[in-house]
Nanobody
Framework: VRVVESGGGLVQAGDSLRLSCAAS????????IGWFRQAPGKEREGVSC????????YYADSVKGRFTISSDNAKNTVYLQMNSLKLEDTAVYYC?????????????????WGKGTLVTVSS
């Protein structure tokens, strides 16, 4: 199983960035792919996830209206479009996969994790 994030970088507050998550090799028929982040000195938190069964999406309150999760099933890739970035969005962003059709934003308990990509938002 491979879960690989890309697209992180250094941006200024107010800028946009798109993260990609290429996930492959798992055999779940129904699954959720989620984005998580961990800022320095803070616990990991769920940011967004998408359900492969019906495409339903879930977001943390802190990113609602600014971040959008989407998927390209043909490419086995999930994207996180991040707009109006804030200083507090600075974190390592992780992508993860879990079996099943979740109806909420998970905070952990995923089956497979990527290694993360760093997003730094400067003033």
């Amino acid at each position: 199983v491979r879960v690989v994030e890309s697209g992180g970088g250094l941006v200024q507050a107010g800028d946009s960035l798109r993260l990609s998550c290429a996930a492959s090799g798992f055999t779940f028929r129904v699954y959720n792919i989620g984005w998580f982040r961990q800022a320095p000195g803070k616990e990991r938190e769920g940011v967004s996830c998408i359900n492969s069964h019906d495409g339903s999406t879930y977001y943390a309150d802190s990113v609602k209206g600014r971040f959008t999760i989407s998927s390209d099933n043909a490419k086995n890739t999930v994207y996180l479009q991040m707009n109006s970035l804030k200083l507090e969005d600075t974190a390592v962003y992780y992508c993860a996969v879990v079996q099943g059709a979740l109806r909420y934003l998970p905070q952990g308990g995923m089956d497979y994790w990527g290694k993360g990509t760093l997003v730094t938002v400067s003033s």
